[in-house]
Nanobody, 121 residues
Framework: QVQLMESGGGSVQAGGSLKLSCSTS??????MAWIRQAPGREREGLAT???????NYADSVKERFTISKDNAKKTLYLQINALKPEDTAMYFC?????????????????WGQGTQVTVSS
């Protein structure tokens, strides 16, 4: 059973940076993604990375967010720079066995429990 575990969240001031991590239980994943959800708001797809490393970003975050992965460590990352209060949310990693993520931000078989990011002004 694939288990995803996020870490790296926390409380930071606006303008700061965070690097979120998502470790797997050793499963060889294909497509992986970061999604966030803030209270009272819909889920928001942020970034995806295909099995071959191709990346895709939501327009709203592409200037500040960077998705990457370490295949040897089987870990997914999300670097977030220039944090804003509106980035406050629970951040989830998601994964699927398909190699190409495609255009659906939320179609994943495996999800982590999330890590909270809180940004103060």
């Amino acid at each position: 059973q694939v288990q995803l575990m996020e870490s790296g969240g926390g409380s930071v001031q606006a303008g700061g940076s965070l690097k979120l991590s998502c470790s797997t239980s050793g499963h060889t994943y294909g497509c992986m993604a970061w999604i966030r959800q803030a209270p009272g708001r819909e889920r928001e797809g942020l970034a995806t990375i295909d099995g071959d490393g191709d990346t895709n970003y939501a327009d709203s975050v592409k200037e500040r967010f960077t998705i990457s992965k370490d295949n040897a460590k089987k870990t997914l990352y999300l670097q977030i720079n220039a944090l804003k209060p509106e980035d406050t949310a629970m951040y989830f990693c998601a994964a699927d066995d398909r190699q190409i993520c495609g255009g659906n931000w939320f179609e994943y078989n495996y999800w982590g429990q999330g890590t909270q990011v809180t940004v103060s002004s």
